[in-house]
């Protein structure tokens, strides 16, 4: 075989490799694609099929039955019969419980991130200000409570909150107070609670942003003459607008559906939805109601996940 042949079959099998890694590429799926699909799946697998499930119970009726619940959708005789029941939401509207407990969740759950931010925004801000070697010894101190159980952790303060508790016989030792402070089964140790439990969720995101800040930002803003006062709130709060509304978001979203801290912590006349949707399911076993609560609940917290999305995307010019 000549030396031009074998040039010209080489010269053909590459143009067939070609071909073949061109078809292979436009068959296969591409990385973008692959990785949007995983992260979805996931989302669809566990968020958005249970969603639907809760709310198809949502529609039907209690029943003694197991489950106890009548069916949304059925057929019979060739008859496909839908039977939808919104006698649930309308007795959340109607209702002062469901209403006062929506409100106190709300309030609760502001109260509590407003307190996060408060005391976690200097802990972030010393956090992000600190040599890298220090900073991720701080930021493991930050996330060590994760590595105790959370019910441990609230179970803990009962201990420390009660009348008798650590807390108040130490301040009793100190002279501060004659007689303990009622803060066991009070709105005062859920709020306590729920700082403790939900302040590393604020300061993580505050840190990832305090900590890409370009610092020679403020050396001008001092150089046009600001103090450290005003240099900080009108360069760095500014500068950290996203990592503030990120955290309020870790904090607020699981605090209005949570139940442990209020039912450990708080009184009898602590109201949260959590709590609510617990009686409903295991001590009324009135599924559908409970149903409908859960869906009212993610109901209002779309409002501030959909302010967030739009802020992101109008700051990101989308």
Known sequence: MTTSKTRSIALD?????????????AASPRGRTVAIAVPSTWLALFLA????????????????RSPPYSEVL???DSVVR????LQHYGSILADHLYISTYISSLKIAAISTVLC????????YCISR???????????GVMLPFWTSFLIRVYAWIGILKDDGLLNRALMAIGLIASPIRLYHTDIGVYIGMVYSYLPFMVMPLCAHLAKMDLNL???AYDLGAGPVEAFFRVTVPLSRNGIIAGSLLVFIPSVG??????LLGGSSTLMIGRLMWDEFFNNTDWPMASAVTVAMVGLLLGPIAAFQHYQNREQGV
């Open 117 to 124: 931010l408060v005391i976690g925004y200097p802990f972030a």
């Open 82 to 85: 839908i039977a939808i029941n």
């Open 74 to 76: 059925s057929v019979a």
């Open 13 to 25: 099998l590459l143009a067939a490799l070609r071909v073949a890694l061109t078809c292979f590429r």
């Open 49 to 64: 099929i249970p969603f639907f499930l809760v709310l198809k119970i949502s529609f039907s009726e209690m029943a003694l």
């Open 130 to 140: 600190s040599a890298p070697k220090r900073r991720n010894l701080l930021m493991l």
């Open 258 to 263: 949570e139940y442990v801290i209020p039912e």
């Open 218 to 220: 403020l050396e001008a």
